[in-house]
Nanobody
Framework: QVQLIESGGGLVQAGGSLRLTCSAS????????MGWFRQAPGKEREFVAI????????KYADSVKGRFAFSLDTANKPKYLQMNNLKPEDTAVYYC???????????????WGQGTQVTVSS
């Protein structure tokens, strides 16, 4: 059974940086996709970044492109979301997820972590 645990959230001032980690356990097929999503209060969950579990094909939401990077661990598996130049509008609960297809749609993912809070103050 696959389990995901996010860590690294916190409170940061605008312009600051955080690195989120998604720790995965269990068997995950290389054909799967790992994604980072976020949900702000009163809003729907939205796509932030995805990457094939084989390590290929990172894709970013326009709102974070150039500021966030979804990087690999030493085993070349997707793991870290480096977030730079954070803005107050980045404030949300951030989730990592695993799904069978290369998709930016949250409902296409069937395994989710518990989430980690990111708060950016102005």
């Amino acid at each position: 059974q696959v389990q995901l645990i996010e860590s690294g959230g916190g409170l940061v001032q605008a312009g600051g940086s955080l690195r989120l980690t998604c720790s995965a356990s269990g068997r995950i097929f290389s054909s799967s996709t790992m994604g980072w999503f976020r949900q702000a209060p009163g809003k729907e969950r939205e796509f932030v970044a995805i990457r094939r579990y084989s390590g290929n094909s990172p894709k970013y939401a326009d709102s974070v492109k150039g500021r966030f990077a979804f990087s690999l661990d030493t085993a070349n598996k997707p793991k870290y979301l480096q977030m730079n130049n954070l803005k107050p509008e980045d404030t949300a609960v951030y989730y990592c997820a695993i799904g069978p297809s290369y998709s930016i749609v949250p409902s296409d993912y069937n395994v989710w972590g518990q989430g980690t809070q990111v708060t950016v103050s102005s």
